[in-house]
């Protein structure tokens, strides 16, 4: 068997071997549960509706109540409200700017991770922590750290106060964790008989990576951009101070919203063009969510 057989089939081996213990513990749990005197149907029946009674009012509800409001007027009015020039320039920048976080933290995130499991040093446990602080930080004291950083008096000598390069600093601070924390436990569960053989073979650490590891920590590394996209998308606290909220340039969707919230001469029409900017973020949050959850079973099946 040839190096490239086995970086072909490793794959495919190592995702069987680990989906056999999970498929036999899945067939015991349900075997128990029929168990005599065990009304399993009944108490999965009762759980469904609970979670389902707990999402609807966390989740459906508030969400049908924006969707509505923002068609409170009719369609016209909804349109109206997104396709103005201010409205536009700010969708378009809020959901370019979150692709580019998504990318590059799919890029750094899966490289950090990477690091911190393959290559165990001193001061790892310092890094560990360092990457978990945009978790901790309330976002507006995240905005006032890079404003004291790159703010017009950045002790680096580095300004980005009121350009999109800042906002893009910005939203990478804050996602960072996302994809770290989600490849990291996937590589540090990877079997790496595979990785070994194939180099033992002649293979190269590249192909090792990319033919063998790579495929397994990919659909990890999609969930990690899809919860930085989905973070940097309705992102506020961080960006209002680097920012300077210019009107067509640095001003995203978030402010946007919260702009017309506080419009008090006409608060009905600026809460129903509110409504409308925060529908679209939603579908377009609910369209990357569907095309990440393609690629990652995608992923997986070739796996």
Known sequence: MTSTDLLDAAPARTAGAAAAPGLRAASARRTRGRGPGLPFGAVSGTWLGLVVLWLSVLVLLPLAAVVGK???AGAGSFWDAISGRESRDALILTVLISLGVAVVNTVVGTAVA?????????GASLLEFVIDIPFALPTIVAGTVMLALYGNDSPVGISLFGSRIGLLVTLLFVTLPFTVRTVQPVLADLDRDAEQAAASLGASPQAVFTRIVLPQVLPAAASGAALAFARALGEYGSLVFISSKIPYHTEVASMLIYAKLQDSDQPAAAEQQAASIAT??????AIVLIVLEIIQRRVARRG
Do not use: K
């Open 70 to 72: 923002a068609f409170t």
């Open 114 to 122: 990477w690091v911190l499991v393959r290559d165990r040093f001193r």
């Open 280 to 285: 679209v973020l939603l579908l377009a949050s």
